[in-house]
């Protein structure tokens, strides 16, 4: 038996409905917040994650699904969305949209070869936005305000708000130097992929889950002590407007990301739900001020964020929150005979161009079979068609949710419903 790849889900179709609730509700919030729907293709050069990403990532140097293509163009399946949307910005010269800055959201499978865990995939959901062409700490607030909106939207309560800044090129470059200094006498004492960090991306030991209780990551030198007067004065600013509308957060200077084109304003929204996992991390984000310089582009700026749908549902999971399903049928119709079979099939048609949803049993089941089959498929009403019916050209309607029934005539009938 051919079986589903590794890291990968079906959604079935008893699942389908949670999905779509949380679709509307991200589509609902994004316009609320004026983010418009922008859709980039599933593969992209592959240059752009090397250049965007960065090189020494784990996204690009271990888990990207990349390819040839018949022309021998190297391709790659987008590992996330925040470079194809830098891209498109660039190549649609955006920059001189009359909608300004450039709000947009997507909503879009992602893949990365990961190792198989409880909340990795190997192809996931993410829903993401970026704000692209505006510098100004409150839009920085109106993206974290927008992720808080979400989650909180679904009534999860277990939340927690990390942020740090970890500043412009410059302060970083100096920081990374600094910790170089402090862990490489000691390298020796890391797990095998801090030691290749310490040449390409220091920063990251910080957030490393192997050595996180490692003396030296305790003793590390602060990122904040390294932030020129501008950077610390654009990190206090976030804060006290987050504060100034009631957002809750905590300052964790080890909170570096792991993504190379992150600048300044940085954050993650864990869980600490009971329950939920090893994982805990429900959404990630941060500003971008280098990246579209970095891929050719104008000297704009941008912040974003994404999560992924799979995570959502799990945090919802862990705290009991069900998603309310949306209504079944409006009428579904039991027949007796062959007669009343084939009349059901005309009367289905009919009712269906009009909009109304119905369904009829093609197993020709019995009777008590169907009325169960009538439950399950959740609707609102019912109607035996028998030989009396068919002869009388009148059905008698029962709802479902008080047992009440009415009798009525066929068009009659189907008047109502369309009501
Ligand atoms: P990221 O932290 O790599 O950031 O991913 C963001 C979110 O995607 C994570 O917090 C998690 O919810 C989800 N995610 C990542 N990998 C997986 C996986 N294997 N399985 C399930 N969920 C996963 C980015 O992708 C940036 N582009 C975010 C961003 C937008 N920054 C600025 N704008």
Redesign the pocket.
Known sequence: MIQIPRGTQDILPGESYKWQVIEEKLREIAANYNYREIRTPVFEATELFVRGVGGSTD?VNKEMYTFEDKGGRSLTLRP???APVVRSYIENKMQHDVNQPVKVFYKEP?F?Y?RKQK????Q?V?F?I?AIGVEDPLIDVEVLSMLMHIYQSFGLKNLKLYINSIGDHQSRKEYNDALVSHFEPRIDEFCADCQSRIDTNPMRILDCKKDRDHELIKTAPVIYNFLNEESKAYFETVKEKLTDIGIEYEVDYNLV???DYYTHTAF?LMSDAEGFGAIT??????R?NGLLELLDGPHETG??????I??LLMALEAEGIELEQPDGIKLYICTMDDNSFDKAGTLLHELRTKGISADMDYKRRKLKAQMKDADRKRAEHVIVLGEDEINSGEVELKSMQDGESRTMNIDELKNYLED
Not at 119 to 122: I, Q, T, V
Not at 281 to 286: D, F, I
Not at 303 to 308: E, P
């Open positions: 996204i996330e969305g925040t992602m990365r990961e909340g990795r995939y190997r996931f993410q993401g970026e990301r792991g993504l993650e991390t429900l959404c990630g984000g941060g971008y912040i974003g964020f994404a999560l992924s799979e995570r």
